[in-house]
């Protein structure tokens, strides 16, 4: 008993180590399995199937022989009205050679046999009475001695349909199934060859396929967050693994590309915020070193709050920024007209405007403007749009125009404020970036980027064209809901 239970825990041992092992989830193992598995039931099948036919056609062959001589054996019975024994010379002729012949009269007597057969009288009752009953031909395999012996029975009758006698014709299977025993080891052979030439070629296969990947993966190990600059080195691949060599370097110049951007981004925010809050902390730290007057401390706590409103505005439009580029779910999107909510920032926007003596008009050409967007987001794309072009405009005008072409939608602002210069024009979608024109002017350099990122949300697009001191204009494309 106590044998039994530590084999029993040796063999779970065992197991549990086949299944933590780490080899046997590799793809080079499930390779191999599948592969050796699949080839060898094919193989198998394969000649099983081969060996069924050839058996199928020596027996078919062989039955059919049979049943030609005992038909002839038959003929010979059934034309003479003397005695059966005058003819059993008849058996020895050189088409009935290695033959068995036995024939029986209608009373299930042997009247006839040939001399290299002898069957014995019970098995001669049994073979009568069942000829008796079906009445037909039938083939049966019969030891007799130490020879297997396929055998056919065919009733004989007379002109009246009465039963003449019983004609039994068989020969010896033996060759047969000596030619079967060596096609069946032969296979055996052939098969043992075949499943060692699969393995083989199995496992080359497996190491083709699965060593540049192992190339490949030692290399990615190596790209870290400190490292990003380095790439997985072409070489000899077949297409496949070409086509994922290159598409992993593409992947990892889109990461380093969001990195470094990412890594500007924070250094930016950091430097928009760092100046605001040297400002108030040298104001502060300042009137607490000395009293000052009640209007001194006034204007210091005006100054520290204008500064702290500054960092709130980046704060803000950082977290705007940062919710629509990762596709915050509290921005749902609904079927829109667009014409409704451009009419409600027109009324805003126009009041604006008017402060600085600029005049602005809102066109549209056609209706139904209706597009899949979110209204609070995309009214802050367009107001942050216009605003810019009333920031950077002293005079003439704002126009908003809105239209239809091509099954998009169509929004334009165009101005004449102080343009854009050509060598900005690349850069005016970066975030915190200013040209250096316009830095007196008060903002954080985050209004387009938001603007572009909301737009392209929505599978829309933004153009410019502009010239230093003529103006601009900015033109959103949208896809119209279908």
Known sequence: MDIKIKLSKQFEGWVTKLKDNNLFSTLKFKFLFWNILLS????????????????????????SNLAYTANEVSSIVSHTSTPYSSKISQFH??????????????????????NNIKLSSSFITQLFSAVQKKNTSSVFNQKIGNQ????????VFNNFNDLKGIVVVGNSIGMIQSTLHTLFFVMLITALIFILIVVIFTFYFSD??????????????????????????????????????????????????????????INDVAHEIKTPLAIINGETDLSLKKDQDKETYKKILKANLYQSKKIEKVLNDVLSLARIEY?????????????????????DIKIIADTKNLEFKFKHKGKDFYAMINKENFSKAIFNILINS????????????????????????????IGIKTEDMDRIFNRFYRAGSVKKIEGTGLGLSISKSIIENYGGSILVESEDMKGSKFTIILPKYR
């Open 40 to 63: 060898v039931i094919s193989i198998i099948i394969i000649l099983f199937v081969f060996f069924e036919t050839a058996e199928y056609v020596l027996y078919s062959q062989f039955n």
């Open 93 to 114: 002729d050189k088409n009935f050679i290695g033959y068995f012949i036995v024939v029986l009269n209608s009373n299930g007597q042997v009247i006839a046999e040939s």
């Open 148 to 155: 297997n012996l396929s055998l056919i029975s065919l009733p």
């Open 208 to 265: 083709k396929i699965t060593d540049p990947l192992s190339q490949m993966t030692s290399q990615i190990i190596s790209i870290t967050g400190f490292n990003l600059k380095g790439r997985l080195e072409p070489g000899n691949y077949e297409r496949e693994f070409s086509i994922l060599l290159e598409e992993f370097n593409k992947l990892f110049d889109r990461l380093e590309s969001t990195y470094l951007r990412e890594k500007n981004f």
């Open 327 to 347: 596709n915050n779910i509290s921005y749902k999107t609904e079927k829109l007209d667009i014409l409704n909510v451009l009419q409600n920032i027109s009324q």
């Open 390 to 417: 009333i920031k950077y405009t002293n005079e003439g005008y704002v126009h908003l125009y809105m239209y239809k072409k091509n099954k998009n939608i169509y929004i334009e602002v165009s101005d004449t404020g």
